[in-house]
């Protein structure tokens, strides 16, 4: 994967390339996958025809700016994934994942039950995914074999209330916006409603990206999301973390009240931060809402794919 633009001359035409770009070489670098260059040309053809995807064939491996193909790029390894499910997690949310990696793009997924965590278990995959649930019957030995999965190479993703899970269990430093919920001077009657006026049912907001980031390659530096919670995150202070954030006038289409309307401002959307030789990378929304949100599906599919490139 290209971490830098760079620009190679293809059939005489100078043909620009971004930040994100994948380069696949022709003769493979593992001599035991038995994969030919005609399994290549095939499987890339497959692609072209099916994803309309733009490929192109060098001849070179010289760039005319930036650096060469075999230059200061990073190896995509495959991802093996796994989501923690059973006990505890929400059907929806694990169900909504399957559907976009099992049916949609066709990367196996396995599931993992949350009272079968273990590090012998964990080893075989490389991608952990934590998606909506109540996560307290994880006890400590096993909160502990998520973080020595991570210090090893893993690659944890975490999204809406799995990421509370993450920040409030340590598997990463950082924080969770304090929200007053102040009701002492409302009369009884009105103390429901006025509960129920903080709440985000579903709402569509506005982040600011860091498309120089792996995570959002591809995407421009605005983008809409949509949000159903009340969890707001404090901006990372680790450098470069924080790769979506809310603006300063977030609120697109949809419901918010003032207080929580202040609390968003500002506030982080997606954090990515290296843990130990591993990486964690935090979704304080449901990037793939139902199936129909297809705007923020990339972006979790970059963590998948891109999640240890950084």
């Known amino acids: 994967m290209a971490m830098k633009p760079f620009s190679i001359t293809i059939n005489g035409e100078k043909e620009e390339f971004e930040k994100g770009s994948i380069i696949v070489p022709l003769v493979q670098r593992d001599n035991h996958s038995n994969v030919t260059k005609d399994d290549v040309h095939n499987i890339i053809r497959k692609i072209a025809a099916e994803e309309f995807i733009n490929i ?169 999301v949509f949000r159903n919670n009340e969890i707001f995150y404090e901006l990372s202070t680790a450098d470069a973390a924080n790769v979506g954030r809310y603006t300063t006038k977030p609120l697109m289409s949809g419901y918010i009240s003032d207080e929580m309307n202040k609390e968003i401002k500002n506030s982080a959307s997606i954090i990515a931060r290296n843990v130990g030789g591993g990486s964690v990378i935090l979704f304080a929304d449901n990037p793939h809402f139902r199936a129909f949100w297809f705007g923020t599906e990339g972006l979790f599919l970059n963590a998948i794919l891109f999640g240890r490139a950084f």
Request: glycine share 10%; with cysteine.
């Open 56 to 224: 192109y064939a060098v001849n070179t491996g010289l760039s005319n700016y930036g650096p060469d193909l075999g230059g200061l790029h990073r190896v995509i390894n495959i991802p093996k994934v796994a989501i923690l499910s059973g006990k505890g997690t929400s059907a929806y949310s694990v169900g909504q994942v399957w559907h976009l990696l099992n049916e949609k793009m066709h990367i196996p997924l396995s599931l993992i039950n949350t009272d079968n965590l273990n590090r012998t278990l964990l080893d075989n995959y490389n991608v952990l995914i934590m998606s909506d649930g109540n996560f307290s019957q994880i006890d400590s030995n096993n909160v502990k074999s998520i973080k020595s999965w991570i210090n090893r190479g893993g690659c944890f993703i975490s999204t809406g209330t799995g990421s509370e899970w993450a920040i409030n269990n340590k598997i990463i430093n950082e924080t969770i916006k304090e929200i007053k919920k102040d009701t002492l001077d409302i009369a009884y009657e009105n103390v429901q409603a006025k509960k129920g006026a903080q709440r985000i049912g579903g709402a569509i907001f506005q982040i600011n990206l860091d498309n120089t980031h792996p995570i959002a390659y591809g995407y421009q530096s605005t983008l809409p």
